[in-house]
């Protein structure tokens, strides 16, 4: 439980940058939605798929191996190699969360929200079960412990992206039909990065407060990171229902 507390803290929080990034499609799809600017939607939502696969790149490399640093931080000997083996099972699905989150933001932005709902319901399932199976060994799978709890994370997120996709393909099918490359450019993400990079550097500084607070309980002992993560999680539960209000918020404006 300790290992996977700190691996999952550093793993996700490594994600918030490109996150945050990513965010900037609320205000760029809501207005041009609102605007019933359809071409100007199509340029944000492909910029932004390919903008998750760029980000996504330096992040992999920063969780493919995190043991030493682990070991600076003064954590304890028997959560060091779980940790670091933890984040490098959540790398697969890092991909298909940024991609997730494209998606998710743009419906958002376009003021529909209940495919997100209703997949991330289903998902949940998927992570319980494949938890289930890959942690202990269950249904004729490798009993993988910590990393099967990874690698069950990375599955439900795969099945976020695919099942969102899916649901979803009928109204952004408009939005899936090729544009110029030039649209890619560099020069044509200026606003894209103006609005995202500070929302990513937030969310990053944010979280990363959380993450150095179970860095620092690490290096006090394994129980107290253990106990730490689920007072942890049950406050981070609560606080989703304000957060969606404020997503709500966000999209409405």
């Not at 999952?8 to 207005?31: E, K, R, T, Y």
């Not at 069950?152 to 649901?167: E, H, K």
């Not at 229902?241 to 966000?250: H, K, R, T």
């Amino acid at each position: 439980l300790a290992a996977g507390a700190l691996g999952n803290s550093i793993g996700f929080g490594i994600l918030m940058f490109p996150f945050g990034v990513l965010m900037a499609l609320d205000p760029l799809v809501s207005q041009a939605f609102g605007a019933r600017d359809h071409e100007r939607i199509r340029l944000h939502f492909q910029r932004g798929l390919l903008l998750a696969v760029v980000l996504f790149v330096p992040a992999a490399l920063l969780m493919w191996n995190t043991e030493g640093a682990l070991r600076l931080l003064r954590q304890k000997e028997e959560v060091l190699g779980p940790a670091s083996d933890y984040i490098r099972a959540l790398v697969p699905g890092g991909l298909a969360f940024l991609l997730y989150v494209v998606l998710r933001q743009s419906l958002q932005a376009m003021t529909v929200v209940k495919p997100a709902f209703f997949v991330i319901v289903l998902a949940n399932g998927v992570n319980i079960v494949a938890n289930y199976a890959l942690i202990f060994g269950n249904f004729g799978f490798p009993r993988l412990e910590v990393v099967g709890s990874a690698l069950a994370t990375s599955v439900s997120r795969w099945f976020m992206f695919l099942g969102l996709g899916v649901i979803s393909l009928p109204l952004l099918r408009p939005y899936l039909r090729p544009i110029p490359c030039a649209q890619f450019h560099p020069a044509r993400y200026r606003r894209f990065v103006v609005l995202g990079a500070p929302v990513g550097l937030q969310i990053s500084l944010e979280l990363w407060v959380f993450t150095a607070v179970a860095v620092l309980m690490g290096s006090l002992g394994t129980r107290e990171l253990a106990g730490h993560n689920i007072a942890l999680n049950l406050a981070a539960l609560t606080f989703m229902v304000p957060l969606g209000l404020a997503g709500a918020s966000a999209t409405r404006v």
